[in-house]
């Protein structure tokens, strides 16, 4: 398929690596919150940031640096803003990730955000769960990917700033699962939705948008991860939900529809409800367990980007997300579709 680079032979398995943060102090150097990160290595693990230029940080996490892999990053402000990776790479035995992050308009600011990275191997995957990712690059075009059904991602350009990513062996007689994605861009600001999303049973397609510092497409980096009856690290852990808003503009609670993209582990019921303009409050039943993460993707186009308003809550009827906030590209509150992940460690 045109724009498609060769890179490392499709994998069929559950991660070897992964880890996740929530980055609360990210101007400063230290430890972030250690009831929201996890990885891969055994008790221990605990990740490091370290501030660089205006809105960057560099994210270490320990034990788990590997070849390749994905990264999703959200803002979780009050402030529209936005953050984006810019690279990620093995630093001994550890995976150092830079992220920055930008106020709508395109100044960088230190802003609070969430982090994930995961990069899988072969091996066993149980029947009826599915998970795949695409690490996409203008210069090379994709540079990691990994397909549990054994099969090949692909990713065609779509015109300017769009490209169209297909996931053979993923397919779904519906819509099922959950879609996240990232801007990786180490020149500047960029932001990424996903603009399209269809299910076949060989197969999901689904068309991502990138844009500049306002809503200019992009050509630009970026990573995609696709779930379905796995966390969005792809692991299994035993609290996991997620959904997806496709009614950004009712008042609710309502649950989404079709099922099979409102996911529970714990076979609840996960709900979405208006909290203002642009504010949707999600509830996921009792899988709240620590530690744990939240991501967020807009959906639409225009340069329209998503974020966390503050850091989710734990308790044991579940978790509340409070909330989803979603802005135009100047910056404004705005109704839009959003797909919304969480994961816990275990």
């Not at 060989?202 to 990138?210: E, F």
């Not at 630009?220 to 939900?241: C, D, E, I």
């Not at 039943?285 to 850091?311: D, E, H, K």
């Amino acid at each position: 398929m045109a724009g498609t680079a060769q890179a490392a032979v499709p994998h069929r398995a559950v991660p070897d690596r992964w880890g996740f943060a929530y980055v609360d102090r990210p101007s400063v150097p230290g430890i972030p919150d250690l009831t929201r990160q996890a990885g891969s290595w055994p008790p221990g693990f605990v990740v490091h940031v370290k501030p660089g230029l205006a809105g960057q940080v560099f994210v270490r996490f320990p034990q788990i640096g590997g070849r390749g892999g994905v990264v999703l990053v959200t803002a979780v402000s009050p402030a529209p803003v936005w953050c984006q990776a810019q690279r990620w790479a093995r630093s001994g035995p550890d995976e150092v990730v830079a992220v920055r992050c930008y106020l709508a308009g395109g100044t960088p600011v230190f802003a609070p955000f969430t982090v994930a990275y995961s990069q899988s191997s072969p091996g066993p995957v149980p029947a009826g769960r599915r998970y795949g990712y695409v690490r996409y690059s203008p210069a090379h075009g994709v540079v990691a990917r990994f397909n549990s059904a054994g099969r090949l991602n692909a990713v065609a350009p779509a015109g300017p700033g769009a490209w169209k990513v297909r996931l053979p062996g993923l397919g779904s007689a519906g819509r099922a699962g959950n879609v996240q994605v990232t801007a990786v861009n180490a020149a500047g600001p960029a932001k990424c939705e996903v603009s399209g999303w269809t299910s076949a049973p060989g197969r999901q397609l689904i068309t991502v948008r990138c844009y500049n510092k306002a809503a200019v497409p992009l050509k630009t980096g970026w990573s995609l991860v696709y779930q379905r009856g796995r966390s969005v690290t792809g692991t299994q852990p035993k609290h996991f939900a997620y959904t997806f808003d496709n009614k950004p503009f009712a008042a609710g609670p309502y649950a989404p529809v079709p099922a099979a993209v409102n996911f529970n582990s714990a076979a609840a019921t996960n709900t979405i409800r208006r909290a203002g303009g642009g504010l949707r409050l999600v509830t996921l039943p009792r899988v709240a367990g620590l530690p744990s993460t939240v991501l967020v993707t807009a959906v639409g186009s225009g340069g329209r980007f998503c974020s966390l308003l503050s850091p989710w809550a734990s308790s044991p009827a579940g978790v509340i997300v409070r909330d989803v906030a979603c802005y135009t590209a100047a910056g404004a509150a705005t109704n839009t579709a959003s797909l919304i992940t969480y994961t816990s460690a275990h």
